[in-house]
């Protein structure tokens, strides 16, 4: 499930990149960022479920990451023009994913079998990394800190290589780039 909805999310954040390069329009990108915060979200509570593995962790990043999506739809589709509150959403989002990152880095504490709770993967905690950096983009951009052209280009990079690029080495090849 979760290698659907990076390609899902992926299918996001390429043409809300190119919307801040002059391409596209915000009712379009609106409504594929509420298509893609739907979907998220239903991946995020279905990943929760114990009939399909209660896999808290992977909800904990996708429902926080559906809820920006869901509010960058919101925003673009009622054209609301102070977007410190999305920046502000997105900030939050920032620590979330340096925390993930630190439990990929690290594996979390030990089960009494020996093992990690949560299985260490240098590319997954670079992945999180990049996405700190972004979601800190999306702040400083709505708070006029930074060029929007700069987040476009995250978005656009990090479609292939944090979204695109795991989810199909994982599906051809069932590894991590790294």
Known sequence: MTLVLLVTIAMLW???GLFYFGQGDAKTCGAIAGF???ITCIGGII???PLFGSDAFTATLLIPFGIVYLTISYCMLNGIEDLRSLGNLSL???FILAI???FYFTGGGIKPDGT???GKSLYLGCMMIAFVV???AVWAVTYGKLSPKVLGALLIVLSFLGLLVPAYDL???GKLPF
């Open 14 to 16: 390429f043409p809300i």
């Open 100 to 102: 993930a990152a630190y």
């Open 36 to 38: 893609v915060g739907i």
């Open 171 to 173: 599906i051809g090849f």
């Open 92 to 94: 939050m989002m920032a």
């Open 134 to 136: 972004l979601t800190v």
């Open 116 to 118: 990690s709770f949560i």
């Open 47 to 49: 990943h929760a479920t």
